[in-house]
């Protein structure tokens, strides 16, 4: 079945360096991959998409960069800034009669001042 | 804008209650979707509804059901509530079915004993 993982369970930067949070898919048929930001005592809220037809998408301080021959999604962020400290999913969703956003477990993000 | 209201915050629960948790979502979003948060199985998803029809459904028992309303207010219900039902129950509001960019609210943190 389809899944969505990320590689590691936490990632510690020094504030104002970039970070990169990697997530792994096996779903090729997913049309969009998403990166959520959750904070404690908070619900996900989303940051980015990338359509399964793009490489790349940047927003503000935030890049996602998908390659879909490894099925490998990332998110990067620059300059992190302590407000970043949050736990961060990546989940895919295949749109049509049956969609529904399927997540990876999470990876916790820390960032040292 | 208010964003996403579920109630009640926090529930504690003995085993083998049922719970109704609620959602109100934002103002002209039509589809509500909930999901269950849990350290172990991270955000799975439960169901999504839109127009007062159920739409689309995840992998649980029967136990879990839901219902929409008219003014798109959303109800979640849990019978024969379960230890393994301890969790965070999470809803998010779109536009319209199976939209990408989902908006969670805050969540329901239930507590089997």
């Not at chain 2, 649980?60 to 136990?63: A, I, K, L, S, T």
């Given at each position: 079945g389809e899944s969505v993982g990320l590689h590691l369970p936490t990632l510690s930067v020094q504030e104002g360096d970039n970070s990169i949070i990697n997530c792994a898919y096996s779903n090729s048929a997913s049309d969009y991959f998403i990166w959520y930001k959750q904070e404690s005592g908070k619900g996900p809220q989303f940051i980015i998409d990338i359509r399964s037809n793009m490489d790349k998408r940047q927003g503000q301080r935030v890049t996602v960069l998908l390659n879909k021959t490894v099925k490998h999604l990332s998110l990067q962020i620059a300059a992190t800034q302590p407000g970043d400290s949050a736990v961060y999913f990546c989940a895919e969703i295949t749109t049509g009669a049956n969609s529904k956003l399927t997540f990876g477990k999470g990876i916790t993000l820390s960032v040292r001042p | 804008k208010a964003g996403v209201t579920q109630t009640p915050r926090y529930l504690i629960k003995t085993r083998g209650q049922q719970v109704t948790l609620s959602c109100s979502p934002i103002s002209g979003h039509r589809s509500v979707s909930w999901y269950q948060q849990t350290p172990g199985q991270g955000l799975q998803f439960l169901f999504e509804y839109f127009s007062e029809t159920q739409r689309n459904k995840g992998n649980?028992?029967?136990?879990f059901s839901g219902r929409q309303f008219s003014n798109s207010r959303s109800e979640m219900n849990v019978s024969t509530l379960e230890l393994g039902d301890s969790a965070l129950y999470l809803c998010a509001s779109s536009l319209v079915l199976a939209e990408v960019g989902q908006y969670f609210g805050p969540g329901t943190r239930l507590t089997v004993t």
């Open positions: - | 649980f028992p029967g136990r």
